[in-house]
């Protein structure tokens, strides 16, 4: 064991990794957990006192016991929803239909007040901003280089070709190690680190923009410094203004900082805490076409093109604005984030589905999206 300890410190020593950062991995672990919001500091986002509420059925679906699913081995056999959602490690699901919550469940130690926590899933919260920054002239338009309102970057090669565009569908070009998530990786710098804004300004280019998709936790963040820029505020502060209250959010949320101090930024890429039914809300927000109770709060097209495909410049045909795009037969699309987290919407039949887990690797996305099929397909033989 000590010999497998000084090998790790000595290859933090030549790869040069910070202290600060080395400590809280090797304290905490590199991999991602529920609990490591409670490791760094935080900003609040507050929501207000009108409070708007999904309907609670007037009967009792009984979910749990209805909906048949197939199990975690994949075989034959099938068992209700709450085993389901237990074996898999759920500590959150819903399903809402009209409104209406048809289905809640919450294992372990969680509750309907709890606070999740969001990893990838809050990136499409990012871009809505941006969307919403569009919509009121404080960026021109998504084709504007990103140079125009980070300035800093005018010097760096290659980054004067980057687009806001090539940031939301992840074609930018920047050198970022997103899939692998270790010790030495840039995620985890990112994700353990103390200094955002030096990260950021230490980024490279490996291609092109429009080469490849390539996706990268560092274009989000680059997203979130353009709001921080463009408003003058921190990126909660305009989250907190544009969907956080208007939406009647249940409790407020908190969003980690890199560091304690007014110059502490938001991880913008992750780590946005709430409960899981204001979760469900940015959802509905979605579901209606960026309307809220008569209110635009996000331009229609805006919407209308997040959620679906657009495979032109070498983005992926599945994945736009940061929203995975589900299957044409079911004109679905989902925010998705480590450990299975799903906000699945399916705006024919007006569902929505949310789910959060914890502490596995082993999910697999088609896998997920299979399953929410099979719940709808379901719900739309229930009375």
């Known amino acids: 064991m000590g010999s497998k300890i000084s090998i790790l410190l000595l290859a933090i020593v030549i790869l040069g990794i910070s202290s600060c950062d080395v400590y809280h991995t090797l304290r905490f672990g590199a991999l991602p957990d529920q609990n490591d919001f409670s490791h760094f500091p935080k900003r609040k986002i507050e929501n207000q006192d009108s409070v708007f509420n999904f309907i609670k059925p007037a009967k009792d679906y009984n979910l749990g016991k209805l909906i048949g699913l197939t199990n975690k081995s994949l075989n034959a056999s099938n068992i209700a929803l709450d085993s389901f959602a237990k074996i898999h490690n759920t500590i959150s699901f819903l399903i809402i239909r009209n409104d209406t919550i048809l289905y809640e469940k919450y294992n372990g130690k969680y509750s309907d007040t709890s606070l999740v926590s969001s990893f990838s899933m809050v990136k499409p919260m990012v871009s809505t901003l941006v969307g919403i920054a569009i919509s009121e002239g404080k960026i021109k338009s998504k084709e504007d280089p990103i140079i125009n309102y980070l300035t800093e970057f005018k010097n760096k090669p290659g980054f004067d070709k980057i687009t ?6 992840h074609t930018s070009g920047i050198k970022f190690t997103d899939q692998e998530f270790n010790i030495v990786s840039d995620n985890a710098e990112f994700y353990w680190g103390h200094d955002l ?3 950021m ?5 490996k291609t092109a923009p429009n ?3 390539h996706y990268s936790s560092a274009n989000t963040q680059l997203l979130a410094l353009i709001i921080e820029r463009i408003t003058n505020k921190p990126v909660s502060n305009y989250l907190e203004t544009k969907i956080w209250k208007p939406l009647g959010m249940e409790a407020p949320a908190y969003w980690s900082l890199d560091k304690d101090n007014q110059n502490g930024m938001e991880k913008a890429f992750c780590c946005l805490q709430a409960r899981t039914i204001d979760f469900a809300k940015f959802g509905r ?8 109770e008569g209110n635009q709060i996000v331009s ?4 209308e093109y997040s959620t679906h495909s657009d495979p032109s410049n ?3 045909h599945f994945y736009n604005n940061n929203w995975g795009i589900g299957p044409v037969k079911y004109n679905s699309f989902y925010a998705v984030g480590l450990y299975g987290q799903y906000l699945y919407i399916y705006p024919e039949k007006n569902i929505q589905i949310i789910r959060f887990g914890n502490s596995s690797l082993s999910y697999n996305p088609n896998y997920w999206q299979d399953i929410f099929i099979q719940i709808i397909d379901q719900l739309n033989v229930l009375k």
């Open 314 to 316: 070498n983005n992926r």
């Open 285 to 292: 927000l979605y579901l209606n076409k960026g309307s809220w």
């Open 300 to 303: 229609r097209d805006w919407v």
């Open 211 to 213: 080469t490849e998709f």
């Open 164 to 169: 806001v565009k090539n940031l939301l569908q």
């Open 201 to 205: 300004k230490e980024l490279t280019i």
């Open 197 to 199: 804004r030096r990260d």
